[in-house]
């Protein structure tokens, strides 16, 4: 990557390097293991002009989401941040039944069937197939294209303006900022609101959370980078709440530049968090790829001694962060025997890159294993007790991230 993809600046410097993976959803049939498998070289760098963190768009969004495997409404904790936002967001916009709400990259209609309920009227803009088919049939309205200018112009001039636009963990998906930010800025009204929710660099790299890095996020943001993005669209940031989802993400409130004002308090102070963690110059990411390395010899050093003393360790979960992880460490199905997940679509498959299956939950109770690694962790409040049965046979939950950590569940 020569040159930043927001401001244009050659001006990038080196995060971390992860080597080479496969794109974390590419999930492999069992017909798919003896036939290549195309893996893509994985180095964060930042832009030391604008800040904005970015690895180069070496895949393409519609090779990832024409049929994508991640589907919003299997996370319980998920679904139930969507309703709270919706019930917020409906109070604090004062909308009623005449309002309009859009969601762009409204995955299976977990946010929008709460709009739904509401008796507000609302479209979807979801790029899957397969998942937009799901949010229909779940009775969400929903429109099978990606984000453009051109997209949001048509939306506009079908349905009309939208009150609210809300774009929740997509910003990072799309290589061209600039177009999608002109995207959202064609689909809202004039005087209207877009939310935005992303994962915060910020929390990204104090918490070590270097699995949330792969191809399908193309940049990371911080609140001051965020700023110069929305303002490539015509938008300014209004208000900023700081969320503990994805292991601590940002919500930013962004409106029209022409009838935005002054920014609340809240955005200064996170401005202030930013600067003082260094993210404004080059010290405060020089440690992040040691503090990335050590994460990594301490998960290989409990699964090898694990391995050693003949327990054994499955892991819980098939996210794109823990492809991530697990291609990064080297993990392979003599140290980590099998995954399962609650998505029906992945039983079957085999993780990218390390070919781990993916199995039904309930193996896990039928196995008993010693440990089970979550992998994502970002759940850890609502697996932990989910999870809570294996302490029937005094099997303990290991989590990666922040650092290594066994927990032994309480029935």
Same mark, same amino acid.
């Given at each position: 990557?020569?040159?930043?993809?927001?401001?244009?600046?050659?001006?990038?410097?080196?995060?971390?390097?992860?080597?080479?993976?496969?794109?974390?959803?590419?999930?492999?049939? %069992?017909?798919?293991? !003896?036939?290549?498998?195309?893996?893509?070289? @994985?180095?964060?760098? $930042?832009?030391? &002009?604008? /800040?904005?963190?970015?690895?180069?768009?070496?895949?393409?969004?519609?090779?990832?989401?024409?049929?994508?495997?991640?589907?919003?409404?299997?996370?319980?904790?998920?679904?139930?941040?969507?309703?709270?936002?919706?019930?917020?967001?409906?109070?604090?916009?004062?909308?009623?039944?005449?309002?309009?709400?859009?969601?762009?990259?409204?995955?299976?209609?977990?946010?929008?069937?709460?709009?739904?309920?509401?008796?507000?009227?609302?479209?979807?803009?979801?790029?899957?197939?397969?998942?937009?088919?799901?949010?229909?049939?779940?009775?969400?309205?929903?429109?099978?294209?990606?984000?453009?200018?051109?997209?949001?112009?048509?939306?506009?001039?079908?349905?009309?303006?939208?009150?609210?636009?809300?774009?929740?963990?997509?910003? %990072?998906?799309?290589? !061209?900022?600039?177009?999608?930010?002109?995207? @959202?800025?064609?689909? $809202?009204?004039? &005087?209207? /609101?877009?939310?935005?929710?992303?994962?915060?660099?910020?929390?990204?790299?104090?918490?070590?959370?270097?699995?949330?890095?792969?191809?399908?996020?193309?940049?990371?943001?911080?609140?001051?980078?965020?700023?110069?993005?929305?303002?490539?669209?015509?938008?300014?940031?209004?208000?900023?709440?700081?969320?503990?989802?994805?292991?601590?993400?940002?919500?930013?409130?962004?409106?029209?530049?022409?009838?935005?004002?002054?920014?609340?308090?809240?955005?200064?102070?996170?401005?202030?968090?930013?600067?003082?963690?260094?993210?404004?110059?080059?010290?405060?990411?020089?440690?992040?790829?040691?503090?990335?390395?050590?994460?990594?010899?301490?998960?290989?050093?409990?699964?090898?001694?694990?391995?050693?003393?003949?327990?054994?360790?499955?892991?819980?979960?098939?996210?794109?962060?823990?492809?991530?992880? @697990?291609?990064?460490?080297?993990?392979?199905?003599?140290?980590?025997?099998?995954?399962?997940?609650?998505?029906?679509?992945?039983?079957?498959?085999?993780?990218?890159?390390?070919?781990?299956?993916?199995?039904?939950?309930?193996?896990?109770?039928?196995?008993?294993?010693?440990?089970?690694?979550?992998?994502?962790?970002?759940?850890?409040?609502?697996?932990?007790?989910?999870?809570?049965?294996?302490?029937?046979?005094?099997?303990?939950?290991?989590?990666?991230?922040?650092?290594?950590?066994?927990?032994?569940?309480?029935?």
């Amino acid at each position: 990557m020569t040159r930043c993809r927001l401001c244009g600046s050659e001006a990038m410097a080196s995060v971390v390097d992860l080597g080479a993976t496969p794109p974390c959803e590419s999930f492999l049939a %069992a017909g798919q293991l !003896d036939k290549p498998e195309p893996a893509y070289p @994985l180095h964060l760098r $930042v832009c030391t &002009d604008c /800040w904005l963190a970015q690895i180069p768009p070496l895949i393409t969004p519609e090779e990832t989401f024409s049929e994508y495997a991640y589907f919003s409404s299997y996370s319980t904790s998920w679904v139930e941040h969507a309703r709270t936002f919706v019930t917020d967001a409906v109070q604090r916009l004062g909308l009623g039944t005449d309002a309009f709400v859009v969601e762009v990259a409204s995955n299976d209609g977990y946010l929008l069937k709460h709009v739904v309920d509401r008796g507000i009227r609302c479209l979807g803009i979801e790029p899957s197939v397969n998942v937009g088919a799901t949010a229909r049939d779940a009775g969400v309205p929903t429109l099978t294209e990606f984000l453009s200018p051109d997209t949001g112009s048509a939306v506009r001039a079908e349905h009309g303006p939208a009150d609210l636009v809300v774009a929740n963990n997509v910003y %990072a998906h799309i290589p !061209d900022v600039v177009g999608f930010t002109q995207g @959202l800025r064609a689909l $809202v009204a004039d &005087d209207g /609101w877009v939310s935005i929710e992303v994962q915060h660099l910020l929390t990204l790299i104090e918490e070590n959370q270097y699995d949330t890095i792969y191809h399908e996020h193309f940049q990371y943001y911080t609140v001051a980078s965020a700023i110069r993005a929305l303002a490539s669209g015509g938008l300014s940031l209004v208000d900023v709440e700081l969320l503990p989802t994805h292991g601590g993400s940002i919500r930013l409130w962004a409106r029209p530049a022409e009838v935005a004002g002054e920014p609340t308090a809240r955005v200064a102070e996170v401005l202030d968090r930013e600067k003082a963690a260094g993210l404004q110059e080059l010290s405060g990411y020089t440690e992040f790829s040691a503090r990335v390395a050590k994460v990594r010899r301490d998960l290989l050093r409990f699964l090898i001694d694990a391995a050693e003393r003949g327990e054994t360790v499955v892991g819980y979960g098939a996210p794109g962060k823990g492809n991530t992880l @697990l291609n990064h460490c080297g993990i392979r199905p003599d140290l980590l025997a099998y995954t399962v997940d609650r998505n029906p679509y992945k039983h079957g498959r085999f993780t990218p890159g390390t070919r781990i299956p993916i199995l039904s939950p309930d193996r896990i109770a039928a196995d008993k294993p010693d440990y089970v690694l979550v992998l994502p962790w970002n759940l850890r409040a609502e697996l932990v007790e989910q999870l809570s049965f294996v302490h029937d046979w005094g099997g303990r939950l290991v989590f990666p991230i922040p650092e290594l950590s066994i927990v032994e569940v309480k029935a």
